[in-house]
């Protein structure tokens, strides 16, 4: 897929502030720091779609943006958050699970994973609670230039071992790069197959 337009749409603090839309949508989602906005501005070649290492508050809300003017791209805020109060977490959490299972129009979730990192709990809980919560997603391991291919297949292995103790069959494994580019015609050919 070639992307002719992206631009911004609007922003919601949750679902009930969500836009009422027909078009189908693909949301992005993963720890802070994960490099989701650099991903995001490479995917849709426009440098400053995603603001990269955004403050935390700003980057609090659910960002929609219309891609080709038919299908949207959703930024959805970074989990894991050290610095709120664990209420504030529980909240947000909330938030954000609300919209992943009663979004309708939601097609796929990209579930951000640091490359560089052995299997971290909170993504192997996020990824699980997205499985037991029948949200459709795939994997997408970032940072891939900052490490050899072998320590990538190592890294990924990690990981999915350690998901195949609760999960039958694998979701779909991407790897990305915003710095080389390497990973967006896949992501992109799985989105245009995804919107037919
Ligand atoms: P976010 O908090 O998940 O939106 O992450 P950012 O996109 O702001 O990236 C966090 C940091 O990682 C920034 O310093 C980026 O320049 C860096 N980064 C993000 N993606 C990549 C990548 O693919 N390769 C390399 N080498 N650095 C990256």
Known sequence: MKI???TFLTSAPDLEGCPELQLPEFAFIGRSNVGKSSLLN???GKKGLAKVSGSPG?????NFFTINGRWTLVDLPGYGYAKISKQAREKFQEMIADFMVNRENLSCVF???DARLSPQQSDLEFVRWLMEGGVPFVLVFTKSDKLKASKIEKNI???TDAMSEWCDGLPRIFT???KTG???QDLLTFIGQAIG
């Open 42 to 44: 490479m995917l849709t």
């Open 157 to 159: 292995a990690a990981f």
């Open 182 to 184: 390497s990973g967006r």
């Open 111 to 113: 579930a951000l994973i």
């Open 4 to 6: 002719t337009s992206a």
């Open 176 to 178: 990305s790069s915003a």
């Open 58 to 62: 700003h980057t609090r809300l659910i």
